[in-house]
Structures are given as C-alpha cells and as structure tokens.
C-alpha cells in the first residue's frame, strides 16, 4: 500500500539552530501539503504545491520557514532559526489533485522539540 | 472563510456504548465536510466524506455521519465503539470548488473497558 514517508520522526534541537524535514508524497500525486499541528489543536496549513508552484504559503512565517519541491516530488521543509514556540508536530498530506473534495494521505509526521 | 467548531474536547465512553462526536462548521458557500482520525504518533486517517447527495454517509470502521444543512452540522456516531477506537477525530471542511482544507481543533475519545 502506498504512503506518505517522512523523515526524521523525531527531532530536538535548540533555538536558533537550523532544522529539515522531508518529504515524499504517494508516486503520482501532484498536490503536497505542509501542515503544522501544535499538541492539542487540530493541523494547520502552513504550505501547499501542485507540482513544484506553491498555491498558498499565505500562513507560513516567511522569516524563519521556507519550503521547496523542486522536481515537484519531494519536499524539504526548513526552519532557520528554531524557536520555542515552534515545538510541533510537523505532517505532511498528498492528494491526487488540487481540489477540495479529494482525501488527503498523511504521513506520520516529525515531532519537533526546541529547546 | 470557512470555520469548523468541534464542540467537544473530549468525549470518555464505556467499550459497546454509542458515541457521537460533535462537530459544526460557518460558510457563506456550499462546502465538502470530512471526518479524520489520528491514533497516537501516526498523521491523520480519512473515516469518511459529504461531497453531496445523501446526508447520510457510511466510513470505516463502521463510523457514519450525517450533514444537516440547516443546523451547519456533520456530527460523528457510532452505534458501538470498541477499545480500539480510541483516538483523536477531526472535523474538516473546504469550500466547494476551492482547494483549502479546515481542520477543527480535534475530540479526543476515549473508550474504557
């Protein structure tokens, strides 16, 4: 059965250093997702490509996130500097297309610790 | 902009006792509803979907969910929960022929022996 891979599962590090998280969608989806979701609360959309074009960063902090999907596969999604409030669980979802009606595939996320 | 309320934080339930999981949701535009489940350290699960047609929609493991227009509802239930269903759910919503998804703050349900 196809699924979203994500790596590392785990990271910590201190603030103000540099963090990447990966990611690699089902084969043959052109939509990824980056979501960010802080414990307790549901997951909120930080990034979103079809192909390699971001069709809404609109809630991304530009200052310190960035993301990329070059080859309109997989996608790194960067933090520089960590800080505190940053300490979430980082998901990343794919889907067949751009549109609002199809099921989005998660992967089992990366729990990230600033300390 | 669409909003999605999920009325409960937690909902604790004795093992072959019926649940439902409430969830309401704000748009001024016809909406796709969804509901998701996440079992501890793993991403998010698709349970079932209101695309359109029948309120009543059947998902997996034997949840089901009915869209009710007039009260802006699309709560969970299911008729007997097992120890296994012991999750978070999430309530989702995206606008009909847009692209963004919505996700409710989550219920946590709990099922004890």
């Known amino acids: 059965e196809a699924e979203v891979a994500q790596s590392p599962r785990y990271k910590i590090t201190e603030k103000s250093q540099a963090v990447a998280f990966w990611c690699d969608p089902i084969?043959?989806?052109?939509?990824l997702y980056w979501y960010r979701q802080i414990l307790g609360q549901g997951p909120e959309l930080l990034v979103q490509f079809q192909d390699e074009s971001v069709v809404d960063d609109s809630q991304l902090p530009k200052d310190r996130f960035s993301a990329e999907r070059l080859k309109g596969v997989d996608s790194t999604l960067k933090i520089q500097p960590a800080e505190l409030g940053d300490s979430a669980m980082y998901l990343c979802a794919s889907s067949a297309r751009l549109a609002g009606e199809v099921e989005q595939f998660f992967g089992p996320g990366t729990r990230l610790t600033v300390l | 902009a669409q909003s999605v309320t999920q009325l409960d934080s937690q909902v604790p339930v004795f093992e072959e006792a019926p649940v439902e999981l409430r969830c309401n949701y704000s748009?001024?535009?016809?909406?796709?509803l969804f509901w998701y489940v996440q079992y501890p350290n793993q991403g998010l699960q698709l349970l079932l979907k209101y695309l359109s047609g029948s309120t009543l929609v059947k998902g997996i493991n034997g949840f089901e969910a009915e869209f009710n227009k007039s009260q802006t509802s699309f709560h969970l239930r299911k008729p007997s929960v097992h120890i296994s269903d012991t999750a978070e759910y999430f309530c989702a919503v995206s606008e009909a022929g847009g692209f963004k998804t919505i996700f409710g703050a989550g219920t946590r349900l709990f099922v004890k022996a």
């Open positions: 748009s001024s535009v016809s909406v796709y």
């Open positions: 084969s043959g989806h052109a939509t």
